[in-house]
């Protein structure tokens, strides 16, 4: 019988074989290709290229994600993976587009993790509260942070806007549940 589809020497079912265990594994990852309590060594085998900076506790990596610009942060305590960054570099001549990456953002997150489990915009001032037009201003202003929480059965996940100044923060973290409290002892 002449095998369709082989790749090696292996059948069709072979590689879907293949394939399902791959997925399985990925499925079982924390974050990326990494899973929790990994050591730095194993984390920066793993990760493709060099680290753009690298400390006894944290390596940074210069990567694109959903086609923005981002520094990825590992953070190690007790050399385990504990947490994990993207910190979003996008600049915007208009405060709005930053919302509108943070929307965007969340709407790819949600497709990943569902529903989110809490979702909030904290205000310091109300002056633009109620006119949601004007909320890249008081994005801008530091008059109000957007957050957004997802969780896994291991990972907590938070997507915050915030700015102050002028200057706009956009990050995606993912934290380890289990191993939350090693980095609080450090």
Known sequence: MEETGAVSGMTEAQVQDALDKEIQVMAEKDFRRMTWGMDMKTVKSTEPGAPKSEEDSAMIYSRKVAGMDAALGYVFAENKLVRARYMFHQQHEKYDSYIADYNNLKSALEKQYGKAVKERAIWKNDLYRKIQSQW??????????????????????????????????????????????LEQTE
């Open 136 to 181: 890249g201003i008081a994005l801008g202003e530091g008059y109000v942070t957007f957050i957004t929480l997802w969780e896994t059965p291991n990972t907590d996940i938070s997507l915050t806007l915030k700015g102050d100044n002028g200057k706009i923060d956009l990050w995606l973290e993912y934290k380890s549940k289990a191993l939350a409290k």
